[in-house]
């Protein structure tokens, strides 16, 4: 979801370290990461503003501990300043104001501005724990000063200084994994004070593991977004052990319910870790993979063939290209139906949902009796209390749909019941997967019914309906 979406305007274009103190303002690093054309062009406007940008970066202690945002041509400086007594040559303690700036796109909304600020508070956070606990910024501070005073800000080696300094190996690290489009920043500073946030895009903003819940289902699979072990290596340290457990059961072919049992976890939890992952941006929530489940391609699926996208699609599959491939869902195709196509097909089909490239389609059901409105409406004059509060009519009279029906008179009572029993679903805000869960009930089961009484039931294909 995506009022922006996680294109490049979320990605940081440098990152700057600058300090105020007693020995005047110092640009103690920059880097802009990863080569990029918008770097150079990046790297262009800090050149020119080399001189003058602990000027502008390190602001006054009035401006303390609160979002620092500047604009300077096409570009954003996003920080969030913190002061610290810290501990200078010669024994001496200053106060010191420090800020670390992440350079974006000017154009970037003000809900990234504030997830960056987000960031900068929690690693200034972080550094100032540090600080205290055993003068880390200060030792930090005097090495790259040191190294500063070797030569001239103009011929500066940040890479050197990237070598030398832990608190600038860190910074690095955020910057390389945000331009790499990973949004969970997890690190530590000093080794062991953890900065972990997620960095979301501008719809997903307000979203939290209590709302995402809502649209989980013991029905519901989670499929990871990267590897097992790569996930687990990103869950903080102290998290609980049931969650590595539940990550190593994850497959995309298992419902949460049978997840918890292969994990030996309570469902409840289950659901629980599940909402932490999909907000942490880790898992999505499907449907487990079947034969029986339609697909076809995403509205916003990629079909440049020189996208980012298509190229990493090319290091997973030489065969076909991804617009080519994405053409083969251009109408709705069961996985079925693509496994007898190519056996490796499932493979893809799984990065295409990593990647929200297809999206599954639900089959909805829609009771349409011909005279139900009529009835209605008579009902309705002669005030007839059968009908309930919310009106909803496919409950209240099921007995005269039946009538409208050609089985009306069929011999087969169990039939009738099984109808009466679902008819409250027919009203297309639920899919066959629900109905399935929800009153246990075999697939082939509901589907011969739905065939049986096709000539009172519409059904369509439709993408998930959300329950906002």
Sequence with gaps: STAIGLGNCWEPVAVVLVSSGSRGRKLLFYHSGKTRDRVAKVQDVLSALGSILPEILAPSLKLVGQKFELIIDEWKFVGHPYTISALLPGSVNATIVFNVVFVLESYCSQEIVHAYDHLCHLIGSAIIHEELKCNFFSHQAMLIIQLLEETDLSQVNWDKILQESSLAQVLHSVLCSLQDGNKHVMIKINGWTEVNVLMKDPSQIKTTPASISTSIRSCSALLLLDTCDFVLA?????????????????????????????????????????????????????????????????????????????????????????????????????????????????????????????????????????????????????GDSSIDASGNAMYCFSEEILKQSQFHDASDHEERFLFERVLKYFTGCHHLEEIMLLENIPRNQLLTLIDKFSDILATCLLPELSRD
């Excluded at 992952?277 to 339609?294: D, F, M, Q, R, T």
């Excluded at 030489?318 to 097909?345: C, H, I, W, Y």
């Design 234 to 382: 990103s869950l903080p340290s102290s998290c609980n052990p049931a969650l590595h457990r539940l990550i190593r059961a994850i497959s995309p072919l298992k419902s949460l319910r049978n997840l918890a049992l292969d994990a030996d976890i309570p469902l409840s939890q289950v659901l629980q870790f599940a909402s932490h992952l999909v907000n942490w941006g880790k898992a999505l929530v499907i449907y487990p993979l079947s034969e029986s489940n339609i697909y076809i391609a995403s509205p916003s699926a990629v079909t440049s063939i020189n996208s980012q996208l298509a190229a990493e699609f090319a290091n997973c599959c030489a065969e076909v290209t991804l617009p080519e491939l994405l053409q083969r869902f251009s109408l709705p195709v069961s996985l079925g139906d693509v496994k007898r196509f190519d056996n490796r097909m499932i493979n893809i089909v799984i990065w295409l949902l990593q990647h929200k490239q297809i999206v599954q389609l639900h089959t909805y059901i829609y009771c349409i009796p011909f005279l139900l409105e009529k009835e209605l409406t008579r009902l309705e004059d002669t």
